[in-house]
């Protein structure tokens, strides 16, 4: 959520900054700004709306220097317009940008309010662009300014702080929003995601919670949380500037969906051998952690939900082990009972999800036998701060919606149900099986991609649509609630996913010619029952498509339309291949609807604040 990037460069910034703010509009932003020093002054201009709505203003009134901030805003505290754009200003010296959320941002406001401080935004972050300019005409001292005033703050930021008083240095602070230092020649950087760094710098230095980072053209000097001296290893990235190029495909999304084989392939890469899963893919002390391991408690958020619920059926069926799944945000709000020996995972695609990092927290407070993380990104806070790590090796997701994270993290959970199974029963003959399905997962992929055209002459039918409903059953049920959020991200199609079962007790109300109803029928032990539930769709008049096994047929009806799968699917595969033509929908859909694939409105792609 928001984007940070600031440079000191003995060169002109601004296009560094600009390249960089490009470089994280995935996150999601309603708003975008940039404050340059030059001399004795500092030049800002904001913009509502996209990145090239910025660019065109520079164009007009262009700017130059040598040191500079930047920042894409997502709205939380004001409505999204030029006021309440960042950076933010205190008379005309300090310059603050900052993703998170002030927590007692009111109280602050009233102090300096009472000091001579005016407000020219709705925002929480002007209040801390105050406080530092009011500590700094005392020190003349930036950075012990901002240590200053971060103390009295209460929440999650991440923040980058520029002065004329103190002109050539950077001051980047952080508790509970992920921060960098990106490591230059002669020159450096700070930013909140280093994808925005990559064109200028792959090396880079990640702040731990509490850290302030000094950053000028030849130093950086990182203090902790107590002001300490800290030494933060300078990271190189795997990831190369062009990973976020699109190539020929219309969306980042549509890239994306496309590239989950190879996606599935490399999170199943050498994590299996001889038929069986490796449980060192887990890290060094998974071995006895999973031996210990009695339940298992899944928290995440989103599309990550999705795959726990998925993961709860595995698990339970092929393990025999009580899984219990919950949204992170509701998490850190009860008081939940923990039994012995239990496992806790969270699964996030950024790592940095502020709900699911809280929850990790939390639990760890708590009495669980070992914490283990799902994730994308190897440098994130999750990651570090999990006991158990499983990389999903997606590669870089750019999309808000998310496809092939999704399903690389099911590839994950599948790989930790199978290892936990082999300790509760599972036979070495039977997990064989279990990793040759795995393993067939790339190329049955390939195949579902096939139907891409077919679904895109289905997608027509949903175009002037308001509304939807998924169906599925079983390990089903949650393929559809994920179905369901694809459309309604990138569409704005109102979509609910029910259990199929569950028709009769209230959703068949709505079944007429208008709501169209997607279901997904593998033949499993529940397909006759999913048959039942269909045809009192049908004998309402609504309008059903059902993506079917081949094996599967529902006759010749007027009010059904299937397309069947291009191959026999197994039920351990079954969810993340009928994932993917609900995908292919949703984009469809969107395409020639119009909306913004990449960057529906209202979302983002890295949630950062609770």
């Known amino acids: 959520m928001c984007g940070i990037v600031g440079a000191v460069a003995e060169r002109d910034v601004v296009p560094i900054l600009m390249d960089g703010l490009r470089r994280l509009e995935y996150r999601g932003y309603d708003s975008a700004g940039i404050a340059i020093r030059n001399g004795d002054d500092v030049n800002r201009l904001r913009r509502v709306g996209k990145v090239q709505e910025l660019q065109n203003a520079l164009d007009e009134?262009?700017?130059?220097?040598?040191?500079?901030?930047?920042h894409t805003r997502w709205a939380t505290h004001g409505v999204p317009n030029e006021a309440n754009a960042h950076p933010h200003l205190s008379v005309n010296d300090v310059s603050v940008v900052h993703n998170g959320i002030i927590e007692n941002f009111e109280e602050l406001k009233e102090k300096l309010s009472g000091l001579g401080y005016t407000f020219e935004s709705e925002t929480d972050t002007e209040v801390v662009a105050h406080a530092i300019?009011?500590?700094?005409?005392?020190?003349?001292?930036?950075?012990?300014?901002?240590?200053?005033?971060?103390?009295?703050?209460?929440?999650?930021?991440a923040l980058a702080v520029m002065s004329v008083t103190d002109p050539d240095r950077l001051i980047i602070a952080r508790v509970g929003c992920p921060a960098i230092v990106g490591v230059g020649e002669g020159e450096n950087f700070v930013a909140s995601d280093v994808a925005a760094l990559l064109p200028v710098t792959r090396n880079y230095q990640i702040l731990e919670e509490g850290d302030i980072a000094v950053v000028d053209l030849t130093s950086i000097t990182i203090y902790d949380k107590d002001g300490n001296e800290a030494d933060r290893p300078v990271i190189e990235s795997e990831l190369t500037a062009d990973a976020a190029e699109r190539g020929d495909f219309g969306h980042y999304m549509q890239?994306?969906?496309h590239e989950q084989a190879k996606a599935v392939a490399h999170t199943l890469e050498e994590r299996t051998a001889n038929g069986k899963v490796l449980d060192a893919s887990f890290g060094p002390q998974a071995i006895d952690a999973l031996d210990a391991t009695r339940g298992v408690h899944i928290v995440a958020c989103g599309t990550s939900f999705h795959a726990g619920l998925i993961a709860r059926y595995w698990i339970?069926?092929?393990?025999?082990?009580?899984?219990?799944?919950?949204?992170a945000s509701e998490y850190r709000y009860r008081s939940p009972v923990v039994p012995e020996n239990t496992l806790f995972v969270t699964i996030s695609q950024s790592g940095e999800t502020a709900d699911t990092l809280a929850a990790l927290r939390a639990a760890k407070e708590r009495d669980y036998e070992s914490t283990l993380v799902i994730c994308n990104v190897p440098e994130s806070s999750l990651v570090r701060e999990s006991e158990l790590v499983m990389m999903t090796r997606a590669g870089q997701e750019i999309g808000v919606a998310s496809t092939k994270a999704f399903t690389t993290q099911l590839a994950a959970l599948a790989l930790l149900t199978v290892s936990l199974a082999r300790r509760n029963g599972l036979s070495a003959e039977d997990e064989e099986t279990l990793v040759n399905q795995l393993n067939e997962l790339p190329a049955l992929i390939e195949q579902v991609l096939m139907l891409d055209s077919a679904i895109e002459v289905l997608a027509e039918h949903f175009v002037n649509k308001d509304h939807a409903l998924f169906l599925g059953r079983g390990v089903q049920n949650p393929v559809a609630m994920e179905g369901a959020l694809k459309l309604k991200e990138i569409s704005y199609i109102h979509a609910?996913?029910?259990?199929?079962g569950e028709l009769k007790h209230g959703p068949l109300a709505l079944v007429d010619e208008n709501m169209p109803v997607v279901a997904v029928a593998p033949d499993d032990d529940l397909l006759e029952k999913l048959k039942s539930n269909l045809h009192e769709v049908d004998a309402r008049g609504g309008e059903l498509y059902v993506f079917a096994d081949p094996r599967v047929q529902f006759g010749d009806r007027v009010g059904i339309k299937t397309m069947h799968m291009p191959a026999?699917?197994?039920?351990?595969?079954?969810?993340?291949?009928?994932?993917?033509p609900l995908q292919l929908l949703a984009y469809h859909v969107a395409v020639q609807r119009g909306t913004d694939v990449d960057q529906p409105r209202n979302l983002a792609k890295s949630v950062t604040v609770e």
């Open 496 to 500: 609910e996913a029910y259990a199929a």
């Open 255 to 257: 890239k994306e969906i």
């Open 61 to 70: 009134s262009p700017l130059q220097g040598h040191i500079g901030i930047s």
């Open 133 to 157: 300019h009011h500590r700094l005409k005392d020190s003349g001292d930036l950075a012990q300014a901002v240590r200053e005033t971060v103390a009295e703050l209460e929440g999650a930021y």
């Open 568 to 580: 026999a699917i197994e039920d351990f595969q079954a969810p993340i291949l009928y994932t993917i």
């Open 316 to 327: 339970e069926d092929l393990c025999g082990l009580p899984c219990s799944v919950e949204i």
